[in-house]
């Protein structure tokens, strides 16, 4: 029995040091995607701060790495946190978001919080939680976003609405002529 739990312990010890080796590649771009969703979203410096140091390491181009962030299995267990949270929400593809879906991402950023889901737990367990005074800053700043979305969406019907009557004086006019 001894000698079992001996071999199964050495087989996980081997196991840690080659996964230490197998390193999954770093999700390290530029800071410009993030900085284009900064601006288009007009983030206030204290709702970034705290989107810093709680949600963009899994919701952006950038993670920050401290050292037990490249640390087996760590390191393997957050890429594919990374990669599963940028697939839900990525702050640095915000530009290809439709109207429409941007809306629904501050909507559901809005019910992660309340329902204290974000950020994932083990995550909070190296970085601390989210304290409530951060999480209704966060929540206050997305329910102003989604509002100036959809107003700007309005803004965009009634220009298309002036474009239809040009349009509608313009064939009358031509109608006229002939
Ligand atoms: C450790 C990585 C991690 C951190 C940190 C994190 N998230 Fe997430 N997030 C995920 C993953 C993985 C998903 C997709 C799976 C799920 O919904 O649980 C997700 C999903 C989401 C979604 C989309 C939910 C949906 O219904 O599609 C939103 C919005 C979100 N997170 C917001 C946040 C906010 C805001 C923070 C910071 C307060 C944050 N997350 C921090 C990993 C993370």
Known sequence: MLTKIKNIFIVLIL?????QFLRPEKNE???DSIASFEEATSLPAEVKTVLQ?????CHSNITRYP????VSP????MAYQIEEGKEHF?????????DKQKDRKLAELIEEIEYKKMPLKPYTWMHGELSGADGKKLIAWAKE?????????SDSLNTQKI????????ISKVSLVY
């Open 90 to 98: 990525n702050v640095s593809t915000w530009d290809t978001y439709t």
């Open 29 to 31: 771009a530029s800071y």
């Open 15 to 19: 196991v840690l040091i080659i996964t």
């Open 53 to 57: 140091n709680n949600c963009y390491d």
């Open 145 to 153: 976003t989604r509002e100036k979305v959809k107003t700007r969406k």
């Open 67 to 70: 050292w037990f962030m490249e």
């Open 163 to 170: 474009d239809s009557t040009v349009i509608d004086s313009t």
């Open 74 to 77: 760590i390191t393997h267990y």
